[in-house]
C-alpha cells in the first residue's frame, strides 16, 4: 500500500504545470471498507503499446481524486476495488476522457457487498452513456444468470443488449468514436454471451447436444465487425471469433481437439475474408497456439512439424510467427527419450546451476511455483518420496517457475523444503517443455532421456508403483 501511495504521490508531483485530466469520486458506503482506484488506458491488442495505468489508493476515504495528464482524446478503464476484510468486488467502466477534463463520478452500494455507479448524475454525455452501458449490462447479466437456462428465453434476454445501447444513444449528441464504441460494445457483450450461454447449456443437457444452427442466428451481421480494427479494443474478440468461424465451417462452436487440417480450413476461410490485418494475426496466433497445447506427440512429429510451419505462414509479424514455429518445435522435447533441455537455474545462494550433474541417476522434476495453492498441497507428499528414495539412485529436484525471487526464498522458508531448490526466474524450462500447467511432475532416466513426462500427482499410490518398478533403482 506504501508503495502504490508513493508512485500516486511521484505521478502528482509530474503534473505540476501541464494540463491535467481529473477524475472526481464519491463513494457512498460504509466506512469500513477500503478503495484501490486504477485507472488504465484501452489500446488495441495487438498494438503492442504499452498502456497508460494510474493507481491511487485512497484508504478508507468516501472520496478520490485521480490526476493524469493526456495529450489527446481516448478511452480509459476505471475500476474501483472495495475490500474489507476477505470481502473484495471490483466496478468497471469504460471512460472516454480528454485534455482538460474534469469529471465527477458518484458510486453506490449494491446487493450485500458491491457497488454501482450512479450514471444518470454524470453531466457528460459521453461517459453518461459508456458508464450507463456497463452499469445496465451487468444489471441484464444478473438477471440472465439467475435464470433456468432455455434456447428461446436466452435468445430475447441476448438481444435485450442492443436495445440498451439503442436506448443509452439514440437522439444524443455523442463523439463519432463512442458511438462506435457503443455499438461493438453492444455487439461484444451478445457474442460473449452468446457462446457463454450456449456452452453453459449443452454442458447441463443430458445428451451433450449442440444447439440448432437457428440459435446462433444474430439479429446483426457478425463479419462487419470483424473488418474494422475497432473491434481490437475488445480483449474477448478473438475467442468469439473463432466460436463464429466454427461454426461456419462446422456448423457448431467445436470444443474438441483439432487436428491441423481442420485449423488449416479455419485458416483458409479467415484468408477468404478482408479482416482487419491484426485481427488477422492474433487469431492464427490463437488457432495454432491452442492446437500446440493440445498436441499429442507422434513418431510422424518431423512431418508434423514441416506441415505446422506451413499454417504458420500466415502470420505476418515476423518475431511472432518465429515465437509460435519454436514453441511446436519445443514439442520434441516432450517426446520420451528427448534429451534435457540445456537450461540453467538459481539456487537458493544466487549461483547458475543446471541439471547436467544429476547423470547416471534417475531424475524427478517437481515444477511448482509460491502462489500454486495445488503445488503446495502435494509438496509433503514430494517430501515423503523424497526421503523414502534417499541414497537411491534417484535424485529429487524442484523448480520453481516464480518470478520474483523473494517470493519463493519465503515460501521455501515457511514450508521448510531442503535439498535441490531452483528457481527458473524467467520460466524457460517450462517454455521449453510446453508445459502450461502445475504443478507438473517429470522422470529423466540414467542418461538425462526423457522417461515420463507427467507422472501422476504425488499422494496417488500408481505414482510410487512407477518409481519402484525402475529398472536398476
Known amino acids: 500500500m506504501k508503495k502504490l501511495l508513493l508512485s500516486a504521490l511521484l505521478i502528482s508531483s509530474t503534473l505540476v504545470g501541464q494540463a491535467i485530466t481529473i477524475i472526481k469520486g464519491t463513494i457512498k458506503t460504509s466506512n469500513d471498507r477500503s478503495f484501490l482506484i486504477s485507472l488504465k488506458e484501452v489500446v488495441p491488442f495487438s498494438s503492442g503499446k504499452k498502456p497508460l495505468v494510474v493507481e491511487i489508493n485512497a484508504g478508507n476515504r468516501s472520496t478520490f481524486s485521480l490526476k493524469t495528464a493526456l495529450k489527446t482524446a481516448g478511452f480509459y478503464s476505471l475500476s474501483v476495488v472495495m475490500e474489507a476484510g476477505k470481502n473484495k468486488s471490483v466496478n468497471t467502466s469504460v471512460l472516454y476522457l480528454s485534455p482538460n477534463q474534469t469529471l465527477n463520478l458518484e458510486y453506490l452500494p449494491i446487493g450485500s457487498f458491491g457497488l454501482t455507479c450512479n450514471y444518470s448524475k454524470i453531466k457528460d454525455l ?142 483458409n476461410w479467415i484468408k477468404q475474408r478482408s479482416l482487419a490485418p491484426n485481427v488477422v494475426d492474433d487469431l492464427v496466433r490463437y488457432l495454432l497456439s491452442a492446437y500446440i497445447n493440445t498436441y499429442k506427440v507422434s513418431a510422424d512429429f518431423d512431418q508434423e512439424l514441416k506441415d505446422f510451419n506451413v499454417q504458420a505462414e500466415n502470420i505476418k509479424d515476423a518475431a511472432l510467427r518465429n515465437q509460435i514455429k519454436k514453441s511446436f518445435e519445443n514439442l520434441r522435447y516432450t517426446m520420451k527419450g528427448a534429451a534435457l533441455p540445456l537450461v540453467s537455474f538459481e539456487n537458493m545462494a544466487g549461483d547458475t546451476v543446471n541439471l547436467a550433474s544429476f547423470k547416471d541417476k534417475y531424475l524427478f522434476i517437481d515444477l511448482w511455483a509460491s502462489w500454486c495453492v495445488p503445488c503446495i498441497k502435494m509438496t509433503p507428499y514430494v517430501q515423503a518420496l523424497e526421503k523414502q528414495y534417499e541414497g537411491r539412485n534417484i535424485n529429487f529436484v524442484a523448480i520453481s517457475i516464480d518470478a520474483n525471487r523473494q517470493n519463493w526464498l519465503s515460501k521455501m522458508r515457511d514450508l521448510q523444503l531442503h535439498g535441490h531448490q531452483y528457481l527458473d526466474l524467467p520460466g524457460a524450462f517450462a517454455k521449453q517443455l510446453n508445459i502450461t500447467g502445475i504443478p507438473h511432475y517429470l522422470i529423466y532416466d540414467k542418461e538425462g532421456k526423457l522417461l515420463v513426462f507427467q507422472t501422476d500427482m504425488p499422494d496417488n499410490p500408481s505414482l510410487k508403483a512407477l518409481i519402484d518398478g525402475l529398472p536398476g533403482l
Open 126 to 267: 459521453n461517459n453518461q452513456a459508456l458508464v450507463g452501458i456497463q452499469e445496465k449490462y451487468n444489471q441484464q447479466s444478473r438477471v440472465m444468470f439467475q435464470k433456468n437456462l432455455d434456447t428461446a428465453g436466452l435468445k430475447t434476454d441476448l438481444q435485450a443488449f442492443f436495445f440498451i445501447a439503442d436506448s443509452l444513444t439514440e437522439g444524443k449528441k455523442l463523439a463519432p468514436e463512442v458511438q462506435k464504441y457503443l455499438k461493438f460494445k453492444a455487439f461484444d457483450t451478445y457474442q460473449s454471451n452468446l457462446f457463454r450461454f450456449s456452452s453453459d447449456y449443452i454442458r447441463a443437457s443430458k445428451t451433450k447436444a449442440q444447439l440448432p444452427a437457428s440459435y446462433y442466428n444474430g439479429p446483426v451481421a457478425f463479419l462487419p465487425y470483424y473488418q474494422d480494427p475497432v473491434v481490437e479494443l475488445f480483449p474477448n474478440a478473438t475467442y468469439n471469433l473463432i466460436k463464429y468461424i466454427e461454426l461456419q465451417t462446422k456448423g457448431a462452436p467445436f470444443n474438441k481437439r483439432k487436428t491441423l487440417a481442420e485449423v488449416s480450413s479455419e485458416l
